[in-house]
């Protein structure tokens, strides 16, 4: 059993920068591919990145590319999201996601999820 539990959320301005992560715990092989998505109220969750946790290939939503960069260590068995340039509509509940996912955009694939972490970003 693959268990997530996500930190490091939080109030920042616009403009500003914060780091997820997400400690797992749990067989490799249930978790080869490591997601985020997040979920804004009234709105279904998307897609923001993934990271194959063997070999780290990393992909990210369009909304997201070239501000946020995910990372993971595996010493550390823990999953980063770094987040910079941080806009209004990043605000959101993050969650952390694993599984062996066909597609990586498609959170019905994901086997495990964390419950969550709050972002919010103030203008």
């Known amino acids: 059993q693959v268990q997530l539990v996500e930190s490091g959320g939080g109030l920042v301005q616009v403009g500003g920068s914060l780091r997820l992560s997400c400690s797992v715990s749990?067989?490799?092989?249930?978790?080869?591919?490591m997601g985020w998505f997040r979920q804004a109220p009234g709105k279904e969750r998307e897609y923001v990145a993934a990271?194959?946790?063997?070999?780290?290939?990393?992909h990210y939503s369009d909304s997201v590319k070239g501000r946020f960069t995910i990372s993971r260590d595996i010493a550390k068995n823990t999953v980063y999201l770094q987040m910079n340039s941080l806009k209004p509509e990043d605000t959101a509940v993050y969650y952390c996601?694993?599984?062996?996912?066909?597609?990586?955009?498609?959170?019905?694939?994901?086997?495990?999820w964390g419950r969550g972490t709050q972002v919010t970003v103030s203008s």
């Open positions: 996601a694993a599984g062996t996912p066909t597609s990586v955009l498609d959170t019905s694939l994901y086997d495990f």
């Open positions: 749990g067989p490799t092989f249930s978790r080869q591919v």
């Open positions: 990271i194959t946790w063997s070999v780290g290939s990393t």
